[in-house]
């Protein structure tokens, strides 16, 4: 059974949804549109009994780069800026908390936002040739869609400012050794996830899933919380000069020139 709207597909396969993000000329960069069809159709698939286990994926070249820059420059004020940090809260939320097991199929990049949509999932399987950073230092912002909870998480305090801090590339092997991602593919990625997905259905599920409901009911509210935080720390972020300079240089495709303002 398979489900497509323009920006999201979903295909069903026994007691395995895929959820594909289809915007492959903009990397799958997040915009608008998107994230409101991942809720929806993410929404859809808690409501099914069928359905066991989720993929998350990317169409053509990349996971996901983040956040599109071009729907960031035309949100002027809090008017524009806060209805679409609302929906970006509300997906993380539903990921975080849906009752199935998840994993990211990664390939190509997973960063910025891309990168915290992975992190929201119970299990992310790399290609070995992925990329993976929460780069938005580089244009003079703080991490959102909750990075902070998850890297604090996996990373611990310290760990997790540094990471953010120097906003660097890794590579699968790399963010495998921190701890960010669970697994990294030896041949194909398609592979090492049918085998993943096989392994995981000859288990009890429930019972996992159970457990995951357990830990993600206890740390909803420091989750909510943080979302919330990140908000609004990101909206003071987009009136500094820095980010406008980061936005410039990103655009113009050089170096930006930050003085902490």
């Known amino acids: 059974m398979n489900f497509v709207t323009e920006s999201v597909n979903v295909k069903i396969n026994g007691r395995v949804a895929t959820v594909e993000m289809n915007r492959p000329e903009a990397l799958n960069a997040l915009d608008k549109d998107l994230i409101k069809g991942l809720v929806v159709k993410l929404k859809e698939i808690t409501d099914s009994d069928e359905i066991d286990i989720v993929v998350l994926t990317g169409n053509g070249k990349a996971f996901s780069a983040g956040g599109d820059i071009k ?22 939320i539903t990921l975080y908390s849906i009752p199935k097991l998840t994993i990211s199929a990664v390939s190509g990049a997973a960063a910025g936002l891309g990168f915290s949509l992975a992190l929201a999932t119970d299990y992310i399987l790399a290609d070995d040739t992925s990329k993976f950073a929460m780069n938005f230092i580089g244009i003079g912002l703080i991490p959102d869609g909750g990075a902070h909870f998850f890297l604090e998480k996996r990373l611990g305090e310290t760990r997790a400012k540094q990471l953010i801090w120097e906003g660097k590339v890794m590579g699968a092997e790399e963010a495998f050794k921190l701890g960010l991602i ?4 030896e041949g194909s990625l398609a592979d090492a996830l049918e085998s993943k997905v096989t392994e995981w259905l000859h288990k009890p599920v429930q019972a996992m899933i159970k457990t995951k409901k357990i830990l993600a009911e206890n740390n909803r509210p420091q989750l909510l919380k943080v979302l919330e935080v990140e908000k609004h720390a990101q909206f003071k972020m987009r009136q500094s000069k820095d980010h406008r300079e980061g936005i410039q240089a990103f655009i113009e495709k050089r170096k930006p020139k930050f003085i902490g303002k």
Do not use: C, H
């Open 182 to 185: 669970q697994g990294v593919a």
């Open 71 to 92: 729907s960031m420059l035309t949100m002027k004020d809090e008017n524009d800026f806060f209805p679409i940090m609302d929906s970006i809260n509300e997906l993380i």
